[in-house]
């Protein structure tokens, strides 16, 4: 392939090293995985490292290891969204200047009572953008994309989601910024992931918009959660991906994912399992769940 062609496929594994990688980071891994692969596409890594004080020491290094361990390979140099700041700043800095984003310094306790959507207190206040929080202004509009899986998702915006962070204001920058600067950076086309960020996509198709980037492509993969109905791995101890599990673990999330296993695969190993799954991925059998509870996958 030459630099200049682009191509039509690019995917992405984009894991947050808050801790190690778990059953349920692996259906997503292995969806984004298999995807890719199966269409003769790239398949790129990127650590979304945004958030220092919520990260595990050696969480980077252990989710390399274990990627590696369960077979996967990723083209290129994976990236750090902590290398990243600068490109982030610049496009704050612009919609801050352009009027399209505007610094809040309400306090928790001020939006209270909100359901998490914010009531505008600051949008026309004009504060400068030091030591406080920067807002997109989003529109009175319904965003709605078609997931491969899931089908139509649609959520009003303004009525759902309320003018959102993209830099917080202890200077981190917000994941919905980050992964859509990326992404577009990155090229990728294809975004599979997990459906507890169906909720998140809305707005970060408005953010494409605004900064006139092309929408990729979704997937978004069932959740694994707890029989009492906890997210694996976010606040909730689950446990780490072992290397002796590799290949067990890899043929339980085929088959969460609905895909056909071979009972010949039980004695392959991981980079077997992923060459016979690339030759039978189907997205179509993808079960069109948000959650799954892991108590009653075998
Ligand atoms: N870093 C996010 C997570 O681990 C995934 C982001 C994405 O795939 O868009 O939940
Ligand atoms: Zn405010």
Redesign the pocket.
Known sequence: MTAASSPSYIG?????PSGHLHFG?LV?ALASYLDARSAGGRWLLRM?DLDPPREMPGAQAAIIEALHRYGFEWDGEWIRQSDRHDAYAHVVERLFSQGLAYACTCSRKQLEGYNGVYPGFCRNAGHSMENAAIRVRVPELEYAFTDRVQGEYRQHLGRDVGDFIIRRRDGLYA?QLA?VLD?AAQGVTD?V??A??LD?TPRQLYLQELLGLSQPRYLHVPLIVQPDGHKLG?SYRSPALTPEQATPLLLRALRTLGQPTDDRLEHASPRQVLDWAIAHWDAALIPRTHTLQEAHLR
């Open positions: 992405r594994f984009a894991p947050t980071s997503a979304e994941y992964v992404d975004i992931r997990g507890d960020l998140s976010k």
